[in-house]
């Protein structure tokens, strides 16, 4: 039984995880990570990349291809050289609810058909081709990726089990496209790392990459280990941190299952907004507070998105007048007592994703530099870390919070932006290089 009389603070003690809690998932973090590169089970996979550090110096004209979730890009990309890698030109495609649950060859002819626009027809040789698959993959070879279960919402039929790259070849060669090689795939946190290295030949490489955006995960150099993809997303140690609408959530999202990426469901932007408009209604039946919540694009499963928390936080006005006008939009009137809690939510629901991704982040560095003696480099990307204003100051303090200001210092977290495309083709160019190192 709660000891609040008042909902919202029940809530708000729920959703805070202490200092100990968090320092204890830090720690289970780090005995999965050794668990998975065991092979003795656990929920994080540590697969192996095949992905090669870049030395800075590639360069030339790569086509990349980024999919995983609703948008994807496919383009041209050129690497000077010395750091620079620019879009030359590009298209963006768009799926629909229903594309998500369909055949795999309907997914990869729309990724084709963009990919064909941007190869066009001048040019009979092929260019080698990055694809960034931002889902759970087996790399068997920089080239050979053979999915696994789906994430962020998608379930494809009967996807598990085949090469993604073979199903993108097959989809070129049926609309006849021959100019394109599709010579490398990674996971989105490995072109994030990748991305970051690149970019400054002169520093030492990127230790981690990290993407919070719709999913959640992170890629770490292990050294004589490679470059592995942790699928951190689906860590599963998380029962302590748990408040009574994540266990709920869990169970009711049904796809990924009950169980399955059990802290991607706590700190990902496709559960955020989800997460929030649960709880709302929940004190929509308990308070006073949003009257007319249930009403609108509220009631529904996946009708508040995670964007809205964003511009909540945005909203400086004093009586959250943007708020007041979007929430309206979608059917609901509010009163500025409802737009205050309707922000604390939010809030709560933000910082504890940050501070779960902060102590996810010192599990895996811990991994590497158990003291957290050297300096290390994050190369961080995603709309949840980029859009949400403050996200990363949260994490920082997070990071503060469970190992002090001093060695909290010694980890940078750079922003790179547009590090999916852009990584892909530095995975491309890498790929292409001669010989080892
Ligand atoms: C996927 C990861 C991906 C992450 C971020 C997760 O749902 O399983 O492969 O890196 O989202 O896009």
New binding site residues.
């Given amino acids: 039984m709660s000891t609040h009389a008042d909902p919202l603070a029940a809530m708000a003690a729920a959703l805070t995880p202490s200092t100990a809690a968090l320092r204890a998932m830090s720690e289970s973090f780090r005995d999965e990570i050794a668990r998975g590169l065991a092979g003795s089970g656990g929920s994080l996979k540590m697969l192996p990349t095949f992905v090669r550090q870049p030395r800075g110096d590639e360069r030339g004209q790569v086509m990349f291809l980024d999919w ?2 609703t948008y994807g890009r496919a383009g041209i990309a050129v690497l000077s050289g010395d750091g620079r890698v620019e879009v030359e030109r590009e298209e963006v495609f768009e799926f629909s609810d229903e594309d998500k649950m369909a055949p795999p060859e309907h997914v990869f002819d729309t990724i084709a058909a963009a990919v064909a626009r941007v190869a066009g027809r001048d040019r009979v040789t092929r260019r080698p081709l990055g694809f960034a698959y ?3 993959a087996r790399l068997e070879r920089i080239d050979r990726a053979i999915a696994l279960s789906l ?2 919402g998608w379930r494809l039929q009967a996807l598990e089990g085949r090469d993604v790259v073979e199903l993108l070849a097959d989809a070129l060669a049926r609309r006849g496209v021959r100019n394109v090689a599709v010579s490398a795939v990674a ?3 490995v072109a994030a790392l990748a991305l970051l290295t690149y970019r400054d030949r002169f520093a030492p490489p990127a230790d981690i990459g990290l ?1 919070v ?5 992170q890629a770490a150099d292990l050294g004589a280990l490679g470059i592995r ?1 942790l ?1 951190s ?1 689906n860590f599963a140690a998380v029962t302590a941190l748990q408040a009574p609408c994540d266990a709920a959530l869990d169970r009711e999202v049904g796809e990924p299952p009950p169980g399955v ?1 059990r802290f ?1 469901k706590m700190v ?1 932007g496709h559960y955020l907004g989800e997460i929030v408009r649960r709880l709302a209604n929940d004190l929509a039946s308990r308070s006073t507070l949003f009257r007319s919540w249930p009403a609108g694009a509220l009631r529904s499963p996946f009708g508040f998105d995670t964007a809205n928390l964003s511009r909540i936080e945005a909203d400086g006005s004093p009586d959250l007048s943007d708020t007041e006008r979007f929430l309206r939009g979608m059917g609901v009137e509010s009163s500025q007592e409802d737009r205050e809690a309707l922000r604390t939510l939010a809030r709560l629901v933000v910082t504890r994703s940050a501070r779960l991704v902060a102590a996810a982040l010192l599990g895996t560095l811990s991994h590497m530099d158990p003291r957290l003696e050297s300096p290390h480099l994050v190369a961080v990307d ?1 709309s949840l870390y980029g859009g949400y204003p403050g996200y990363d100051r949260l994490v920082r303090r997070g990071l503060e919070e469970l190992v002090g200001p001093e060695r909290a210092d010694r980890i940078r977290l750079e922003f790179v932006k547009e590090s999916t495309a852009l990584g892909a083709a530095v995975i491309a160019a890498v790929a292409g290089r001669s010989g080892a190192p």
């Fill in positions: 995983g979730g931002s889902f759970p994430t962020k996971n989105d946190t993407i955006g719709t999913g959640t995960n993809n699928e997303g990426q991607e990902a995603g």
